[in-house]
């Protein structure tokens, strides 16, 4: 599956990088009750609560390891999760450009993910969809922890 | 396939399901018809803790026409919705669609009620009842509210139901004279999940001008798409072939639809331009012999 895509943060390239650093803020991006820790460099580890619809929500297991990393405008993000009923696997590439005169970041990403297990076999027509609402919710938390910090800092 | 263990709640009253409901809340879920959550279960993707089964609550399935409103109860069987005159005359565009709903063996037990609740994307009930703006009565311990279809459906398998409310019935405001309707839908083989598909009713003034439009979309979105830059390319005017080639387009511009292993997002936004066509015309014609009658 490719989930493929542009997004503008409004806000300084340096204080978007920085936030998708965050351990705490990246569990806030990602749907239901995540947790998220810092294992090494660039490395993460923790659980996700998903659900969708008919499925009942259930913990996955998920690893993250940042590479290939050139702060602050490009990573290489590696992603491992497994669930009761299946597992995620796969790359996203970040890039994150300058954009309105530096006040803004245009973000730029594209993921190749494996999706196995029964929910590939059962949910194959629902993977896109869940994907990009997942992508997009990130995404809105993202920008919101993004005012947040911006309010504070002025 | 068996399901994973859960308890077992029989009520037959609508009072006693919105109190296990409000004892329950999200651990559990209604049994309707049961073709899509006993699956679900089965391949244990859903595990409810518990259900509550809604067979035996006294008149939920009620269908009955009161003052050019049709009143569907919401464990009302698709099939029993296809076949019955009193759909016929207050919803005849329900039941062109039922019978691409799956198969027969599966609507003997499906029910219109349980398809809205679940919101499926694929799923033709909910865009149906979208272009009928149809309205549903919810009920749940504080009493209760009605909602119009275009506030109901809320995103992937979303909707305005509360984890203590239930879904009891479904109203259709009779059509109009002057005006028409017209379902379609492609999908790899009949009873399949559709590729993407149109549910839409129209009307016309006196003067032949289109006065409304109402164009849903299944299969290219989070839930039902109302299309309401196609209604509006068609609002004032006559329906003429350019005018529903405007529609088409609009559609095509406004949805955002998903890519499977069965087709792209760019295959499936072309396929719901198509089916607009091809639907439109349908629904204006029937739209004029109405009005001519």
């Not at chain 1, 803020?25 to 460099?41: E, F, R, T, W």
């Not at chain 2, 080639?245 to 069965?262: F, G, K, L, N, Q």
Request: proline residues 6%; aromatic residues 4%.
């Amino acid at each position: 599956m490719i989930v493929d895509g542009e997004h503008v943060f409004p806000g300084p390239r340096e204080v978007v990088w920085a936030l998708l650093q965050d351990p705490e803020v990246l569990s806030k991006a990602m749907p239901g009750a995540a947790k998220l820790a810092l294992v090494g460099d660039g490395a993460y580890e923790g659980s996700i609560r998903v659900g969708v619809g008919p499925v009942t929500a259930a913990e996955w297991k998920l690893s993250v390891t940042l590479e290939d990393r050139v702060a602050p405008e490009h990573y290489v993000m590696q992603v491992d999760s497994k669930g009761p009923i299946g597992f995620t696997r796969g790359s996203a590439t970040v890039d994150l450009a300058e954009a309105d005169g530096g006040g803004a970041t245009r973000m730029r990403y594209h993921a190749d993910l494996q999706v196995g297990g029964k929910v590939a076999g059962v949910g194959q027509r629902l993977i896109d969809q869940v994907a990009k609402m997942m992508t997009q919710r990130g995404l809105n938390a993202l920008g919101g922890e993004l005012e947040r910090r911006l309010a504070e800092g002025a | 396939m068996k399901p994973a263990p859960f308890e077992y709640h029989r009520p037959s009253t609508v009072d006693e399901v919105t109190e296990l409901l409000a004892r329950h809340g999200p651990d559990a879920k209604l049994l309707a018809g049961g073709q899509s959550l006993v699956p679900a279960m089965n391949f244990r993707l859903a595990q409810p803790a518990v259900l509550i089964d809604l067979e035996r609550v006294a008149g939920l399935a009620e269908l009955r026409e009161e003052g050019g409103v049709l009143r569907m109860g919401a464990m009302t069987r698709q099939r029993a919705a296809e076949r019955s005159p009193a759909v016929a005359r207050g919803a005849p565009l329900l039941v062109e669609t039922l019978p691409f709903v799956a198969h027969p063996q599966i609507r003997n037990r499906g029910t219109v009620g349980g398809s809205i609740a679940h919101a499926d994307p694929a799923a033709e009930i909910p865009a149906v009842m979208l272009a009928l703006d149809a309205r549903f009565h919810l009920r749940g311990p504080g009493g209760s509210r009605t909602v119009g279809a275009g506030e109901f459906f809320t995103g992937l398998f979303g909707t305005a139901l509360e984890a203590d409310e239930l879904l009891t019935e479904v109203e259709i405001a009779a059509p109009a004279p002057g005006s028409g309707w017209a379902f379609g839908e492609v999908s790899r083989r009949h009873g399949d999940y559709a590729l993407a598909g149109v549910a839409a009713t129209v009307a016309l003034d006196a003067a032949g001008r289109c006065s409304g439009a109402r164009i849903a979309l299944l299969s290219v979105g989070e839930g039902p798409v109302l299309a309401s830059g196609a209604a509006a390319a068609l609002l004032g005017g006559e329906p003429t072939a350019d005018a529903v080639r405007a529609a088409a387009d609009a559609v095509e511009r406004e949805i955002d639809p998903p890519a499977d292993i069965h087709a792209s997002a760019a295959y499936r936004r072309q396929l719901a331009g198509v089916l607009v066509r091809r639907v439109l015309p349908r629904a204006f014609e029937r739209a004029r012999a109405a009005a001519v009658q």
